[in-house]
């Protein structure tokens, strides 16, 4: 086969060229010969369809995206912003945190143990090339119905496969969630969180200025593995007609990521590199063109000179490799000799591959012949833009109008008995220890809060204890009955857990998982969760710092419940004021915090014992929030709580449940007036959690409550070993305990 | 006058930093050992930590006992300096031959995170002499291949000498036989166990208790009265 060189290309205008094959539309490959002004090499028809795709030019959603930026609240501890790896974040004594959401679903459907595994790697390497060092990941994951056979395929696959590479790392795994759902039937929802640490003066940033500088591609050698993985996996919708795409996945080696990790914050250590930028999705392609166009522009790369696996790779592929574990950096020549030192300390192989150049092209060479000549900028920023064409689905009246108030409920004590431990005992409100125990959460010595408690909390200076919180949450069922408002239901729980470990919440991150942006619903649902996480996050001061949109999660015309999950970064000046979630002192007062309302809609109880969904979900009060979030925090700082536990999916009775099994206490309760036992016990009214109140600091706690004009009524106390509802029913911890923590065991070990 | 306790880093060693902040949380000086050298740096003790060294893809510590740093460790450790090897450093250990036995993995076939009850059954070793013998303790486990076996006569020759050093209580996590968690050689110098002592240390994080810090305390006493 004859080299295809852009000689070559400009002489042959109208050979025939794949690029419906590499999921390019007519319109997009037009452009390109545009640009070009000439049809593109096979190199560069390569680059432009791997990051003109869905998943790296975010074609089909940054008009909507944009927003986040536009209404962006003021926000002193912003110190990068959306557009580079990942967003960085002042969290005080000269410390940066920055932190990042990102999917690898489709990946994690074909291939669970591989998928999962390098969606971690992946957003691992993203804070790592921020300059700072991995201390935690979180993984947010959503599969099918429990009981459905496929989701046995998925989940353990999916799990060994975030504890085989995370566990490999040695990055403690903090929190996340995991949630069933029949819409996730071949589209589970696998997302990764990474939180890195840095000194303000360590902020590496992805460009290439400098001609004369070098281009070091260093880690794994490149092989044939994901090649085509953003574009053809990524950016399409799931159809049993075409055949496998097991070899778009990439396969991970931890092993060689975990070396490249300390080999890199080596590197940093001693300010070796003048820009870095990891090997994700669109591997080379995605590298070479982003560090290129945010720098001079202007970047030579002799291709030939790629390590590689498998010899007999073409430029194109090599091009379009996802091989994982691999790094790019740009290095002033005289520190290239100490650069290549420290890689060979940590048996790291690294090659120049080229060099920044004073021109304003991307020049790519196969041995001495020219395969790439572009702008740099029109393959990593310039891709299309589409204004989709979005519309509320004309069954969204219907849904709402499907009251979940108005099911059937409990009429007495033993029939509320008997609904708590369906509830419980319900795949979402079981216990997920089986699932976090595959995950090492006590790696680097520094892991305050993990789950299952509200938040994750990591110590980052063991001189003064200032430590950071990080909560992930998303709730499709309540996005489907209302997108706008299921987006600032997701924000607002992250935002609680949060502060109800204690920690101040500082920014957010999101990750927006939705169905077909070609289907006018599913693109309504997408500009409304966006819209409403843009108005959520400037109400609560807290900025996006960055994310990742997932689409085409669909299998034929069915989507997926639109599933925005947000992931909520906070900061405590001293972690030994963390709050659990464990009511661990008998005698302690019970108080539940906020206003409880008839709100059923979307909510556990409806799906465990109706299977039902419809109506509204509870009303959203980011004022109420906010406020909520900072009694939580003084009453943290101040000594006056030892336990807080957030209220959410399964209402309060669930909490207490929960709090009640981690301290290995019961309560008693008392149903307040004005309130019946069931609303009482399942109703998912936002903005509340419950607190365990240490008696002598009762009157200070509820006079600054009600200085504040925050409701806090008081429901019981911790004492026994059942959890006791007044004049309804007790069930003892055991019993309890049994319900809560068989079920996934059952289902899936 | 203190004691200097070394900790190996091999490629994909992950408790490193946390095996050198118990050292020093127990007083003693830490200091980092890179595989590659065979120099000591002159320390009294050495701690082989856990992760994944090599990446354990041949067999869990199967590469690293050939590490030149083993070398030097082997050849101590023969002359009676104390090495504790936790987790990946237990099987190092097993691998060089310098504790009997192997690790396969877990029985249920998954890693497994979860604070661990055990029982120290010898509290005369260099690495349990602060504790006292049957003294029940909890600190976290977390590994895959965590399965001790060894064939019946080296576990009654075990039994027999009192070589046994901790056991898991509350149920075995992994099929270990005779709910063995870790053993001694002859000695006493030479330690290992599956769970992570260097875990248990600060009240603050982790499972927020200390019952670890007993083996670098204990260390720390022999050797300082010893010099």
Redesign the interface.
């Known amino acids: 086969m004859t080299l295809d060189t852009v000689k070559h290309a400009a002489e042959t205008p109208d050979v025939e060229q794949p690029w419906a094959e590499l999921g390019l539309k007519q319109d997009e490959y037009e452009r390109i010969r545009e640009i070009l002004g000439r049809r593109p090499t096979g190199a560069e028809l390569a680059m432009y369809s791997v990051m003109w795709s869905e998943h790296c030019s975010y074609k089909s959603s940054k008009v909507h995206l944009k927003q986040f930026g536009e209404k962006a609240p003021e926000n002193d501890a912003m110190l990068v912003g959306i557009g580079e790896n990942a967003g960085v974040v002042d969290v005080g004594q000269g410390y940066a945190v920055t932190f990042k959401v990102e999917s690898h679903n489709h990946p994690s459907y074909i291939e669970p143990y591989q998928g999962a595994a390098t969606g971690v790697g992946g957003i691992v390497r993203d804070i790592l090339a921020m300059g700072a060092r991995p201390v935690a990941v979180v993984d947010p994951l959503r599969f099918g119905a429990a009981d459905h056979p496929d989701t046995k395929r998925v989940l353990p696959g999916v799990v060994?496969g975030i504890?085989?590479y995370g566990?490999?790392?040695?990055l403690p795994n903090i929190g996340g969630e995991v949630v069933f759902d029949s819409c996730y039937q071949g589209n589970p929802l696998v997302n990764a969180g990474c939180i890195g640490v840095m000194k303000h003066e360590d902020i590496h940033l992805a460009k290439a200025s400098g001609p004369g500088n070098k281009v070091i591609l260093y880690g794994a050698r490149t092989g044939g593995d994901g090649i085509g993985g953003v574009s053809v996996l990524a950016s399409e919708t799931f159809d049993d007609t075409k055949p496998t795409k097991r070899p778009a996945v990439q396969v991970g080696?931890?092993?060689?990521e975990?070396?490249l990790i300390e080999c890199t914050l080596e590197i940093f250590k001693e300010k070796l590199v003048a820009g870095i930028q990891d090997l994700g999705g669109a591997g080379l392609s995605c590298a070479t063109s982003e560090l290129a166009s945010a720098g001079t522009g202007g970047m030579r790369v002799e291709l030939d000179t790629v390590p590689l696996r498998d010899a007999s790779l073409s430029p194109e592929e090599i091009l379009m490799s996802e091989s994982q574990e691999r790094m790019c950096a740009i290095v002033e020549p005289q520190h290239v000799e100490r650069f290549m030192e420290i890689c060979d300390k940590?048996?790291v192989t690294a090659t120049v591959i080229g060099e920044v150049t004073d021109g304003d092209r991307l020049e790519i060479f196969w041995h001495g012949e020219q395969i790439v000549d572009v702008p740099p900028g029109t393959v990593a920023h310039e891709g299309p833009t589409y204004h989709r064409p979005y519309e509320r689905p004309e069954w969204q009246d219907a849904l709402q109008a499907d009251d979940a108030n108005k099911l059937p409920r409990p009429s007495s004590g033993g029939e509320l008995r008997e609904q708590v431990l369906a509830l419980v005992s319900s795949p979402n409100q079981a216990s997920k220890a089986w699932i976090?125990?595959?995950?090492?959460?006590?790696?680097?010595?520094?892991?305050?809060l993990a789950q299952p408690e509200d938040a994750g909390m990591i110590?980052i200076d063991?001189e003064t204890?200032l430590g950071v919180a990080m909560a992930t949450d998303g709730n499709g069922r309540y996005a489907k009955l209302d997108p706008y408002a299921g987006a600032q239901l997701a924000l607002a729980e992250a935002y609680r857990n949060v502060a109800a470990s204690g920690a101040k919440p500082l920014a957010i991150s999101d990750c927006l998982n939705f169905g077909s942006p070609e289907d006018p619903a599913v693109m309504w649902q997408f500009a409304e969760a966006t819209r409403g996480l843009a108005d959520g996050c400037q109400q609560l001061g807290t900025p996006v710092t960055g994310g990742n949109v997932s689409l085409y999660n669909q299998t034929g015309e069915v989507a997926i419940h639109p599933t925005p999950v947000v992931a909520v970064l906070g900061v405590i000046d001293d972690?030994?004021r963390r709050t659990p979630i464990a009511f661990a002192e008998e005698g302690q007062l019970l108080y539940l915090l906020g206003d409880t309302r008839e709100e059923f809609g979307g909510s556990a109880w409806s799906e465990v014992v109706h299977g039902h969904l419809g109506g509204l979900p509870p009303a959203v009060d980011l004022d109420r929030e906010k406020l909520l979030g900072e009694i939580l925090i003084a009453a943290s700082r101040d000594g006056m709580i030892d336990a807080a536990h957030d209220l959410s999916d399964g209402g309060l009775i669930q909490a207490v449940v929960e709090s009640c099994l981690r301290g290995g206490k019961g309560a008693r309760l008392i149903v307040p007036d004005g309130l019946d036992a069931f609303t009482f016990l399942f109703s998912e009214s936002a903005g509340r959690a419950v607190v365990s109140v240490p008696r002598s600091e009762e009157l200070r706690f509820t006079d600054m409550c009600g200085a504040r004009g925050l409701p806090a009524t008081r429901i019981g106390v911790v004492d026994g070993d059942e959890v006791d509802v007044q004049g309804e029913f007790s069930i003892a911890l055991s019993e309890l305990r049994t319900a809560h923590e068989g079920t996934i065991p059952a289902l899936l070990? | 006058m203190t004691a200097r306790i070394g900790v190996v880093t091999f490629p994909g060693t992950l408790d490193d930093r946390d095996a050198l902040r118990a050292a020093r949380l127990a007083g003693a000086e830490p200091v980092s050992l890179w595989h590659r050298d065979k120099d000591l740096k002159q320390v009294d003790a050495v701690v082989l930590p856990g992760g994944f060294s090599y990446g354990d893809y041949l067999r869990a510590g199967a590469i690293s006992r050939f590490s030149p740093v083993m070398e030097t460790i082997i050849e101590q450790a023969r002359a009676g300096m104390p090495v504790l090897g936790i987790c990946n450093g237990f099987q190092v250990l097993t691998e060089t031959h310098l504790l009997p036995g192997a690790m396969l993995r877990n029985n249920h076939l998954h890693f497994i995170c979860r604070d661990q009850k055990l029982r120290v059954e010898n509290a005369e070793t260099a690495w349990t002499a602060d504790y006292e013998a049957g003294q029940e303790i909890s600190v976290p486990l977390k590994n895959i291949d965590g399965q001790f076996v060894a064939d019946e006569r080296t576990l009654d020759e075990l039994e027999a000498e009192g070589r046994v050093a901790f056991r898991y209580l509350d149920g075995n996590p992994n099929g270990s036989l005779r709910d063995i968690a870790g053993i001694t050689n002859a000695a006493g110098n030479v330690v290992g166990l599956m769970p992570h002592p260097e875990h248990a240390v600060e009240p603050l994080v982790g499972t927020g208790r200390t019952d670890g810090l007993g083996f670098f305390t204990s260390i720390l006493k022999k050797l300082v009265s010893a010099s």
Not at chain 1, 439 to 444: A, G, H, I, S
């Open positions: 060994a504890g085989g566990n490999c790392l040695g080696d931890p092993f060689q975990k070396l940590w048996d976090t125990d595959q995950y090492d959460r006590f790696v680097q010595g520094n892991t305050v110590r063991e204890n972690v030994n070990a």
